[in-house]
Each structure stands twice: as C-alpha cells, then as structure tokens.
Antibody, heavy 119, light 106 residues
Framework: EVQLLESGGGLVQPGGSLRLSCAAS????????MTWVRQAPGKGLEWVST????????YYADSVKGRFTISRDNSKNTLYLQMNSLRAEDTAVYHC????????????WGQGTTVTVSS | SSELTQDPAVSVALGQTVRITCQGD??????ANWYQQRPGQAPVLVIY???NRPSGIPDRFSGSTSGNTASLTITGAQAGDEADYYC?????????FGGGTKLTVL
C-alpha cells in the first residue's frame, strides 16, 4: 500500500525551529519528486516546497524562502522540512505529497502534521 | 507569482451536473489539476493534466480548459461529492493553488 506518514509537528514559539519528517512506503521513493503543502486553520491549500527525486533540485514558495529547507534521504525513504525563524502565519497542517512524474499534480497525500507557532 | 481564482461556494441539486471553475493566467500555459477535500481529510487528486482521472476516480468527474479558465465538471452529483475542491497548476515561480470552492449538494 502506498503511504505517506508525517511527524514532527508541535507547538513552537515565534522565531523557533522545527523539523518535519515524512516516511514513504509502497513505491520507489527515489523515482518521484516530493512536495510539502500546508493548510492554515480554516484556509485553503498553499504550496510550500518541492524537491526532485535525486534531491538535486529544490523549489520554494516566496513566503518560506530563506527560512525553510526541504531535503530527502532516499536510503531511508524519508522527506524532511526544516523550518527556521517560524512566524505565527506558519501555523498550519503540513502535508507531504508525492508528485506525478512531470507534473505538479500530487497523487498521494499524507494525513498531515500540525504546526502551531505561538507564544 | 500568479493567482488562481475560484468561486468560494457552489451548490448543486442531487443528481444534477455542476461545473466548478478556476481562472488564472498560468492556465494559458500549464494544465490544471483538481483535488477534492472532505472535512478533516487529506486532499484527493481527482483530475490531472487537464482531463485525466487517477485510478479509482469515477468518470462522473471530468476536466476541461478554455483560455485562462479551467473547469471541473461533476455529472450526476452525489451526496458524497460534498466537499471543498481546489485547482492547482505550475506557475512561473513554482506551484499555485486556487482558493478553493465549497460544493454543497442539496
């Protein structure tokens, strides 16, 4: 069964850091780009970042550029999101998602992990 | 970055056909994808590459594009189709999502 399982969310103070993980199973992880998408409470979906299958290429939304770093460990089938200098507006459920080859269509999603930035 | 605009809410009578639209300049260049999100659940891809359905998505769901507007059409709407629907596409700086449309089945 194809599955994505996020972890690492929690409550953090403004300016703090957090690292999210996404464990993948049921598919050839290294063959696919992977993406983080977030959803603030009561709001819509927002693309955060994408990394290529090899990890050589990364892309970021302007809202997180310079603060967040996406990475992957293909030997562990795991995707990461290092989040630094967190702000209240980063509060959201963070989903990892698998990309369909060659498109920004995300065909497999994890259930998400909640990040709350508050003092 | 570019934007994708969706109507915030749309309603449809049970068994009827509904069209949900998504408007944006990026759609003149890139294909739209569509997601269904039921309350408390992760999004599910229902249409990709303008009009392709992933395995398991019924053929009641279809997509199309004209100019800068993409449409998701649901034929014979069912109670289980009540959900939020989001479009997305590539844009010049990465990926963009529409604001979402809440579909109510009456």
């Amino acid at each position: 069964e194809v599955q994505l399982l996020e972890s690492g969310g929690g409550l953090v103070q403004p300016g703090g850091s957090l690292r999210l993980s996404c464990a993948a199973s049921g598919f050839t992880f290294t063959s696919y780009a992977m993406t983080w998408v977030r959803q603030a409470p009561g709001k819509g979906l927002e693309w955060v970042s994408t990394i290529s299958g090899s990890g050589a290429s990364t892309y970021y939304a302007d809202s997180v550029k310079g603060r967040f770093t996406i990475s992957r460990d293909n030997s562990k089938n795991t995707l990461y999101l290092q989040m630094n200098s967190l702000r209240a507006e980063d509060t959201a459920v963070y989903h990892c998602a698998k990309d369909l080859v060659g498109t920004p269509a995300f065909d497999i999603w994890g259930q998400g992990t909640t990040v709350t930035v508050s003092s | 970055s570019s934007e994708l605009t969706q109507d915030p809410a749309v309603s449809v009578a049970l068994g009827q056909t509904v069209r949900i639209t998504c408007q944006g300049d990026s759609l003149r260049t890139y294909s739209a994808n569509w997601y269904q999100q039921r309350p408390g659940q992760a999004p599910v891809l229902v249409i990709y590459g303008e009009n392709n359905r992933p395995s398991g998505i019924p053929d009641r769901f279809s997509g199309s594009t004209s100019g800068n507007t993409a449409s998701l059409t649901i034929t014979g709407a069912q109670a289980g189709d009540e959900a939020d629907y989001y479009c997305n596409s590539r844009d010049s700086s990465g990926v963009v999502f529409g604001g979402g449309t809440k579909l109510t089945v009456l």
